[in-house]
C-alpha cells in the first residue's frame, strides 16, 4: 500500500503551489532561495513516508480545501494552481481569517509543513540565525542521493 503514503499529482502540485506562495525564492536579502529552488517535494514524500496515517489524511484534507476554494472564497471558476501569486496568498489570508475554526487553521498548517521542509537545510538555518546549524542536508535534500522511499 506505498501509494497511501505518496500525493497524486495534482495534490502535488497544489502543495508546491502553496509552498510557493509562502516562501518565495529572492523575498529577501537574507535568503536567496525559495521553496521552488530546493527539493520539499522530496521531503513531503518522505515526510509522508514516516508520518501517521491521521496525519496523511488531515494534509490531504488541507491541500484539497485550498485547492477547491478560490470559487467560495474568492469568486474565481479556478483552483489554486490556477491562481496568479497575488491571488493565492489572498485565498490563504482570507482562509487564515474565516470565522470556522478548522478553516482558519489550514494555511497555518501548511505554511508549517513547508517550514519545517525549508528550515531543515543548512542554508536556510544559517541564513535566519538558527544555532547551531546542520552539518549536513536531511538525507532529502542530498542532491543526487535517492530518498530510502525511492531507493526500494
Not at 86 to 108: C, H, I, K, Q
Request: contains cysteine; hydrophobic residues 45%.
Amino acid at each position: 500500500m506505498a501509494h497511501l503514503h505518496m500525493l497524486s499529482g495534482p495534490e502535488l502540485r497544489c502543495l508546491s503551489a502553496v509552498f510557493d506562495a509562502v516562501l518565495p525564492s529572492g523575498a529577501s536579502d537574507a535568503i536567496r532561495v525559495g521553496a521552488g529552488d530546493v527539493p520539499l517535494d522530496r521531503f513531503v514524500r518522505d515526510l509522508l513516508r514516516r508520518a501517521p496515517a491521521h496525519f496523511r489524511v488531515g494534509l490531504r484534507a488541507c491541500i484539497w480545501l485550498v485547492n477547491l476554494a478560490p470559487p467560495l472564497v474568492l469568486g474565481r471558476w479556478r483552483t489554486f494552481v490556477g491562481l496568479t501569486r497575488a491571488e493565492r496568498l489572498d485565498l490563504l489570508d482570507r482562509l487564515g481569517r474565516s470565522s470556522t475554526y478548522v478553516v482558519r487553521e489550514v494555511p497555518l498548517f501548511l505554511k508549517t509543513v513547508a517550514c519545517l521542509g525549508f528550515c531543515g537545510l543548512p542554508e536556510v538555518q544559517a541564513a535566519v540565525g538558527i544555532a547551531p546549524v546542520d552539518a549536513s542536508p536531511p538525507e532529502w535534500a542530498r542532491r543526487g542521493l535517492p530518498v530510502a522511499e525511492e531507493r526500494r
